[in-house]
């Protein structure tokens, strides 16, 4: 909406009210002159946004969106929507040490605070105790809100704030059953107590599942403070509440905000994080989104706004093997966090589809779908899909199974996730799915025995998990996302103490920390990260900071070979449409050479080259801006750390510009591009060197891309880089190339 039209124009109407609820006013009152005859629902307020952006949220019959469209100053109306939710070990796997570098005490010692718009949070976690904690910072402007088992004394000097909103998810769902679910900040579901933790929480000594994964559990930044919204129910997460509570968390002072959610990609100006994270933007906050769970299949990558750093998933060295023998003595290698007497050795027979049950959802172990007589001391073998995969394990137990196999499809591939199941149960993936279907139906009475190993560390890593969501960004395809990945595989963190680790209702275990899967997981890893970079260079602007992860990211797992990619079954190299610019490194982001910076006129000017209009212009930045007649931006000349290139038959040759700020060790520097040219394209650069005199200056340089050869296959890609070097930096770019 636009600001001072609509003030000026419901001030007119009541001087003394609010004006978006004077806004609602008036178009209760039109609707009223017009359906005098008819039963009317009044329009009812949801929320008042302010901060990130200018509007309002409210319940509205189409009539009365009518009204509202009729006032001057009105510029768009969104639907809400529900979106979806989308460590022990991980600070030494991404090289981080206690006491050096980034988690030196200085740096450790300075404020900074991470808001995580979530499911809620523990408070009473030890992730989140505040022993040692300085006062809370003047800065701060938020609150502990009052809900059901939840009070201010919840609150402490580590978790600073808490709040929760609901009004648009009860206008979807109804009323919060209390009975599931805490009106207030409280986490039932500890999806957001395990994001918080893996971004702030403290150091806890011993920590485990089941005695899987033992070590000292810590957040990324374990001495930042925490400001906890819930956003996130058990049916999800309504947009009118998120944008409620990122207004909300930017007044009250976070510097840092993670959202673990989306839904699918729309055009910035019709989605509202884009919206809400360029006004945190503005305001000095880094926002950093899960990039969701939709792989491995193309352009299904979220939350892809430039000025949001959108996080992939990927697999650290640690897993936690079982092995199948099956009664040929052929064995698999799966995956599992079961932890309970297991007859190791012990053949027990094969049932499956028909020998499970007579019902055709047999094969998926769904609900009420087995034969308890056909089932009895028998492994049960389970089918992905429907149902969880702990909620197979339940209904085997339920019928007297003794244990569960669970199979990949050919599309699920070997991606791997273990869970905590209730009673002994693996994982295996698609080949070994094929081999044993096949066995069981050519043997009269197939056995198997099930082993498990523990923890194993050592494995190739980082690989990229096919469910991370791929590029190219479908809705700007002039920038590649995601922008990087970070650990998101069978990652421990906090978790609730009256919640089970499988959240199936039968499973009476309950944990301190549980290991979950998921672009929610990877996320608050760069959140944390990016906290820890804002330590160390507190005058730098999210770009800035974003700049600093993306340019250092590593491609090359821990044998020295190209990062591979489970979507292709490890037999291919991740792309950058997988994992960004890389793996993140957050030792060398704090020191990363040059930047590449972005300020608010560079992405009005980036709005115009897109062809946006005022209107929707204004939506996203709260300005009247009017594009120049002569355009001082082509889309690609956004100053973005990745080259995104689009030809098609009849365009074939582009040149972007680029500024980079120098911010490395000494004043003058040198700096000398090394170009990996993709397949196709003739990659060159002007200057080819950067001569730097002081710390803070900015130089250009242009890129020109050139196809070359036969003309390629529409929709194909093809993949480079392009690095400055001086020295120890390495300051690199990745290039995808897409021929339309």
Known sequence: MDKTKIEASVHSQDSTKPWSESIIDFISQASMEEEQEEEILSPQLLYAYETNMFGFAATLSEKQLKHLSQVEGFLSAIPDELLTLHTTYTPHFLGLTNGKGLLSAPNLASDVIIGVLDSGIWPEHISFKDSSFSPIPPKWKGICENGTKFSSSNCNKKLIGAR??????????????????????????????????????NVVQKASIFGFAKGSASGMRYTSRIAAYKVCWLSGCANSDVLAAMDQAVSDGVDVLSLSLGSIPKPFYNDSIAIASFGATKNGVFVSCSAGNSGPFASTVGNGSPWIMTVAASYIDRTFPTKVKLGNSKTFEGTSLYQGKNQTNQQFQLVYGKTAGKKREAVFCTKNSLDKKLVFRKIVVCERGINSRTEKGEEVKKSGGYGMILLNSENQGEELLSDSHVLPATSLGASAGKIIRSYINT??????????????????????????????????????????????????AA???????????????????????????????????????????????????????????????????????????????ANPFAFGSGHVNPESASDPGLVYDINTNDYLNYFCSLNFTSSEITILTKTNFKCSKKPLFQVGDLNYPSFAVLFSRTVHNVTY?????????????????????????????????LKFEKLGQKLSYKVTFLAVGKTRVIGTSSFGSLIWVSGKYKVRSPIAVTWQ
């Open 164 to 201: 929760y909103y609901f009004r648009g998810y009860e206008k979807f769902i109804g009323k919060i059953n209390e009975t599931t679910d805490y009106r207030s900040a409280r986490d039932s579901q500890g999806h957001g107590t395990h994001t918080a933790s893996t971004a702030a929480g």
């Open 443 to 492: 043997v009269k009475k197939p056995t198997a025995s099930i082993s498990f190993l523990g923890t194993r560390y050592g494995n190739v890593a980082p690989i990229m998990a096919a469910f991370s969501s791929r590029g190219p960004n479908i809705i700007g395809q002039d920038v590649i996302k995601p922008d990087i990945t970070a650990p998101g595989v069978n990652i421990l």
């Open 495 to 573: 978790w609730p103490s009256n919640t089970s680790p499988t959240m199936v209702k039968s499973d009476k275990r309950r944990v301190l920390f549980n290991i979950v899967s998921g672009t929610s997981m990877s996320c608050p890893h760069v959140s944390g990260i990016a906290a820890l970079i804002k330590s160390v260079h507190k005058d730098w602007s999210p770009a800035m900071i974003k700049s600093s992860l993306m340019t250092t990211a590593y491609t090359l797992n821990n044998k020295n070979l190209p990062i591979s990619d489970l979507a292709s079954n490890n037999s291919a190299s």
């Open 657 to 689: 510009k680029r500024v980079v700020t120098n911010v490395g060790k000494s004043k003058s520097a040198y700096y000398d591009v090394k170009v990996e040219q993709p397949n196709g394209v003739i990659v060159s650069v002007e200057p080819r060197k």
